[in-house]
């Protein structure tokens, strides 16, 4: 019953910005790490950015300093902003969590649907 959504995602220029959300929801206890992964196409899915429950970041070498991971406990939320996005840059982005539902009292692993990012001129 528990699920991750992202949106925000779309077509965006070289050198654009763009920011993606993901919610979760059902009947969650606790959430640990989130984390954003990206997949091109003939490519291998490839982790992006991944953040603890307290909110500490970290940023596959690429994308340092141009994208930032953040998170909404409250809301059960993590967002991805992508700034000076580049064309090697367009993928399905997924959102990732590790979790545990009160069905469920162990850590389990969650994905979302993935969104679509396309930086293009």
């Known amino acids: 019953q528990v699920q991750l959504v992202e949106s925000g995602g779309g077509l965006v220029q070289p050198g654009g910005s763009l920011r993606l959300s993901c919610a979760a929801s059902g009947n969650i206890r606790n959430i640990y790490n989130m984390a954003w992964y990206r997949q091109a196409p003939g490519k291998q899915r490839e982790l992006v950015a991944t953040?603890?429950?307290?909110?500490?970041?970290n940023y596959v070498d690429s994308v340092k300093g141009r994208f930032t991971i953040s998170r909404e406990n409250a809301k059960n939320t993590v967002y991805l902003q992508m700034n000076s996005l580049k064309f090697e840059e367009t993928a399905v982005y997924y959102c990732n969590a590790e979790l545990e539902s009160w069905e469920v009292r162990k850590i389990q692993n969650y994905w979302g649907q993935g969104t679509q990012v396309t930086v293009s001129s």
């Open positions: 953040i603890t429950s307290g909110g500490r970041p």
